[in-house]
């Protein structure tokens, strides 16, 4: 089977993880977790990298700094993973699904400036399958309108919007580290920000409120959010070869767009740029344009050695989306056709160029353009 994402380590990596070990530096307190945090946070342009479990965590981290209640309502795209909807919807705020491009698959500024009302507290911006988001005009939007800013940069490490580095946008920025992400620890994140108040209390929030004079009286009910050190001291290294990650990726989607070119009334493929952004392919998604069933097409290339992911269900039509918060008028079609008819295809570094001919042979075949 080819694998639609493998992690890819390097020796390197692997030395760098039994170097900590050997060092003993495995707990959520090391040493080393500090080195992967400024680390971190330098390359994103950050004042601050907060090392968190996982990239959900963060983003619930993020909005519970935000001290919203209920009433206030938080816009964020619909096309994107449920832990920003569970991140929201948390703070006991109301979520506002806001529509994507058809072509971006981001949120953009247009259908932010429609749903902004006297209620509205905070934006939250995702950066989409490794292109951009509006992210200066948003920001610009957020600063005007006086509301919070959280951007997720999971999927846009090293991205750059408008000479900014994806990361360096929101108020509270989150990263995670997952498995398949471009820097991986194998499960991992990081909180970004440059204030020190909202620093010093996500370290609370992460470390059960801990404190170092008295240390087993707490004065809040926190959490246990702690990074290992072993996973930190594999983001540390990982960190350092981002660039290279993103340009093997950038080659590969390429290659796809352009074995492609010809069925653009078919497929629709990922956009290689916008707005003066490049794509770097974080995944390569693909939308079935002439109504074929996407299930039956991704079945059919399992059955041909191909593994496929379908793209992100829409968090307005989830059912863990409370009946409070379901609009029968919201119908945002780009979000529902792209979450209908989209899925991703294996790209990477456990791939070579013959399986990516052999994936898009399959793939034609599949849809009967062949
Ligand atoms: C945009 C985005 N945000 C957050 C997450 C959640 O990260 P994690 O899997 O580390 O919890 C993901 C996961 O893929 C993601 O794509």
């Known amino acids: 089977m080819i694998k639609v994402f493998e ?3 390097t020796l390197s990596d692997k030395l760098s993880v039994i170097r900590t070990l050997f060092n003993n530096n495995i707990s959520g307190t090391s040493p080393i977790i500090e080195e992967f945090e400024t680390e971190t946070a330098k390359i994103f342009n950050r004042k601050h990298g907060i090392a968190i479990s996982n990239g959900s965590t963060a983003l619930e981290i993020a909005f519970q700094l935000l001290d919203l209640k209920r009433g206030d309502e938080v816009i964020l795209p619909s096309f994107t993973i449920i832990s920003c909807l569970s991140a929201v919807l948390r703070t006991g705020a109301t979520p506002i699904f806001s529509d994507v491009d058809s072509n971006t698959w981001n949120m953009d500024i247009t259908h932010i400036e429609k749903l902004l009302t006297p209620n509205t507290k905070a934006v939250l911006m995702v950066h989409t399958y490794g292109l951009a988001a509006d992210a200066t005009k948003i920001k610009d939007f957020c600063e005007t309108n006086n509301l919070f800013l959280v951007e997720d940069a999971a999927e846009a490490h090293g991205q750059i919007e408008g000479g900014k580095k994806c990361g360096s946008f929101g108020d509270i920025s ?3 580290f997952y498995a398949n992400k471009h820097v991986t620890t194998g ?3 990081m909180i970004l920000v440059d204030s020190d108040q909202y620093s010093a209390k996500s370290r609370q929030m992460i470390n059960l409120d801990f404190n170092n004079n008295e240390r087993f009286k707490h004065n809040n009910l926190y959490w246990n959010y702690r ?3 072993l996973q930190a001291s594999l983001g540390l290294s990982q960190i350092k070869h981002l660039d290279k990650t993103i340009s093997n990726k950038i080659s590969q989607g390429l290659y796809y767009t ?3 070119s010809e069925y653009a009334d078919l497929i629709q493929c990922p956009l290689s740029e916008f707005d003066n952004v490049k794509n770097h392919y974080w995944v390569y998604g693909i939308v079935l344009k002439n109504g074929a069933n996407r299930e039956k097409v991704t079945d059919d290339l399992s059955s041909r050695g ?3 992911r379908p ?3 829409p968090l307005h039509l989830q059912n863990s989306l409370p009946e ?3 609009r029968s008028e919201n119908k945002l079609p780009n979000a529902e056709f792209i979450g209908k008819n989209g899925f991703y295809i294996p790209i990477g570094n456990h791939i070579s160029k013959n399986d990516q001919d052999y994936i898009i042979e399959n793939v034609l075949e599949s849809i009967n353009a062949r």
Do not use: M, R, V
Request: net charge negative; no cysteine; glycine share 12%.
């Open 227 to 229: 990074l290992s050190g």
């Open 258 to 260: 352009n074995l492609l």
């Open 324 to 326: 409070e918060f379901k």
């Open 311 to 313: 793209f992100f269900w």
């Open 187 to 189: 499960e991992g994140g």
């Open 7 to 9: 992690p890819s380590l």
């Open 306 to 308: 191909i593994q496929t």
């Open 174 to 176: 989150t990263l995670s």
